[in-house]
């Protein structure tokens, strides 16, 4: 990984760092992605399938709709202390 050219490239703005959601693990040990899951409810869903590299899958457009409220919703409540020290 050329670190130089990725922080310049931050700086400039020509591209977004994604990091992975494995970053913003609580100090239980939780994961923010299984957070994530746990809220959603989808494990056992034969509606939804959802994958290990973080894609979903839906059988029904209407769970699409529905998931999708649902990530926001989770991610405006969820207090995400993790990323506030990471971004600091």
């Given at each position: ?59 029904d457009p209407t769970r699409h709709t529905s ?22």
């Amino acid at each position: 990984m050329n670190w130089e050219l990725t922080i310049d490239s931050i700086q400039n703005g020509s591209c977004i760092l994604f990091l992975g959601l494995e970053v913003f693990t609580n100090a239980e040990g939780q994961r923010l992605e299984d957070r994530l899951l746990e809220y959603l409810k989808v494990n056992n869903d034969p509606q939804v399938r959802y994958y290990d590299d973080g894609l979903f899958f839906f059988k029904d457009p209407t769970r699409h709709t529905s998931t999708a409220y649902n990530i926001r919703k989770f991610f405006e409540q969820e207090n995400l202390i993790e990323a506030k020290a990471i971004f600091d």
